[in-house]
């Protein structure tokens, strides 16, 4: 299963929002877990652009597995990636 990554905001929110709602005694087990998650170090992620989402990619169509990368000249497959993958859109990441 792939990882998902949230930002520390975002869950802060979302526990904020479960405290609000529930009773006292279950409220304090989530203040504690979310002081716990402030002190866990940040992990080191980096967004990137999947090969089938990438402009540099050309697929013959939906069903097809593999693409032609025109950066490198080489079959990828739908869910690989590399640092020079740009978005078809136009973003980098």
């Given at each position: 299963?792939?990882?998902?990554?949230?930002?520390?905001?975002?869950?802060?929110?979302?526990?904020?929002?479960?405290?609000?709602?529930?009773?006292?005694?279950?409220?304090?087990?989530?203040?504690?877990?979310?002081?716990?998650?402030?002190?866990i170090?940040?992990?080191?992620v980096?967004?990137?652009?999947?090969?089938?989402?990438?402009?540099?990619?050309?697929?013959?169509?939906?069903?097809?597995?593999?693409?032609?990368?025109?950066?490198?000249?080489?079959?990828?497959?739908?869910?690989?990636?590399?640092s020079?993958?740009?978005?078809?859109?136009?973003?980098?990441?």
């Amino acid at each position: 299963m792939a990882e998902r990554y949230y930002s520390l905001t975002e869950l802060v929110k979302m526990m904020d929002n479960l405290v609000a709602a529930m009773p006292s005694s279950f409220a304090n087990g989530i203040i504690t877990v979310r002081h716990k998650l402030s002190v866990i170090p940040a992990a080191d992620v980096v967004p990137v652009v999947r090969c089938e989402e990438c402009a540099y990619c050309e697929w013959k169509n939906e069903v097809c597995t593999y693409g032609w990368c025109k950066r490198i000249s080489t079959f990828k497959m739908r869910g690989e990636y590399c640092s020079d993958g740009e978005r078809r859109d136009g973003n980098k990441e």
